[in-house]
Every structure is written in C-alpha cells, then in structure tokens.
C-alpha cells in the first residue's frame, strides 16, 4: 500500500502544472526554523490584514499572501448595515486555526460566509494553503471595491 501511495505522489508531482495562474514566487521562507510549533511560529506569521464592513464603503485593499505562511485576517464591522462577507473559494484555500469572536475562540472545520447585525470585529488567523486567486466579498454586491481578492503565492 506505500509503495502505491508514493508512486502516486510522485506521479502527482511529475505531472505538468496548467493554469491561468502565474507560477509561484520562489520566497525565501519566512521561518530558518520553525521549531515546535511548526507552521505557527511567530517567525513564520505575515502582517494583519484588517478589512471594514461599512455600508457603502469599499471593503479593503487586494492581498498577495504566501503560502504556508499564517496570517491572521480582522475582520470589523461598524454597524452601519446588516452585512455579510462572503468567500467559499478562499476560505477552501486557507487551514482555518481559529476563529475569535467576543473572545470565544472557535475551531472550525470550513466556513462559507460571516455575517454581522450590528458592529463588532471578528478575527480569522489562518495558514494559506493553495496558490491562486480567491476573493472575499459582501454578498449581493456588483462594485469592484465590494470584494478584497487574495493572490497566494
């Protein structure tokens, strides 16, 4: 049964990658050694990225994340509107640690959207896993500065 899985393994790696997406930046690893805690190192954790939930108000900056790397995404809401933040596609694309509301640390397995009634902040730290474009964005809206797109690399 090993031999199988790793002949298919290699297999996978050997196979030639085409997509529509630019091929991963080769980055020197944020970490020299992660030690004990592997991937959530402190040496191996990007900058916060802060997004605002505001009625008529754009969402936030575009993203380049690499992978492998942890991040921890806040999310604030001003209470202006009912509004939602939705992205299956890049909450797929990350390993989700934890998620704190309130100071409730929540332990997901996957989300599809949040939504807030009134203000607050809620805060997602995550390891982003798979290369490409994802896009967070308020549900319903058309306008280009209603979604953030995350680019990992």
Sequence with gaps: MKKVLTACA??????PVTTLVPAPAHAAPLCDNL??????????????????????QPLGEDHTLESGAYYKLEI??????ELAISGPDFFR?????????????IRPMAID??????????????IAIKPGRHVLRIPGSTGESQQVTFTIQ
Excluded: P, Q, Y
């Design 10 to 15: 290699l297999a996978l790696l050997a196979a």
């Design 35 to 56: 030690g004990f805690a592997g991937l959530l190192a402190k040496c191996n954790r990007g900058e916060t990225i802060h997004l605002t939930l505001a009625s008529g």
């Design 76 to 81: 604030t809401a001003d209470g202006s509107a």
């Design 93 to 105: 694309a990350i390993w989700m640690n934890e998620i704190v509301i309130n100071d409730i640390e």
């Design 113 to 126: 959207s949040i939504e807030f009634d009134r203000a607050g902040t809620v805060e997602l730290s995550f």
